[in-house]
């Protein structure tokens, strides 16, 4: 599958593996639970970069990184299920602390825009 970035046209290309068919677990037909198997892909940039490798996104911290932040949140990404998690994982993501995660994703943070901080993507990591 491939994905062009909408702003400088670059072209990503994703392996998403296939699934067999559906299993489930246990005898008890009431409560089924289904074995996924394949491997899932990911919506953060961990499965790259441990953020807790880098420094705090946010100018004057001291702190290291404890996570990574989308700038747009997964939730809002539009799409079927495979596109969401491809556009989730393409999104530019920010490594912050714990302090200033937790802030940003209450709404509670008050300083420079997040937007315009410098952030990461898959490809900056080839």
């Known amino acids: 599958m491939e994905v062009t970035h909408p ?5 990503v290309k994703f392996l998403c593996p296939e699934s067999g068919p559906v299993k489930f677990s246990g005898k008890n037909m009431g409560s089924l639970l289904p074995i996924i198997s394949g491997i899932p892909l990911p919506v953060t940039l961990t499965a ?10 946010i100018p004057n911290c001291t702190l290291m990184a404890a996570d990574w932040y989308h ?3 997964r939730k809002r990404v539009k799409g079927q299920d495979r596109v969401k998690k491809i556009s989730a994982y393409c999104a530019k993501q920010i490594p ?9 994703y209450s ?3 008050d300083g420079p825009s997040l937007r315009k901080l410098p952030g990461y993507v898959p490809s900056d990591f080839d």
């Open 48 to 57: 790259i970069c441990s953020a807790k490798e880098l420094k705090c996104g």
């Open 7 to 11: 702003t400088n046209g670059k072209i």
């Open 107 to 109: 709404g509670k943070y």
């Open 96 to 104: 912050l602390c714990k302090n200033h995660h937790n802030l940003a």
């Open 71 to 73: 700038i747009r949140h």
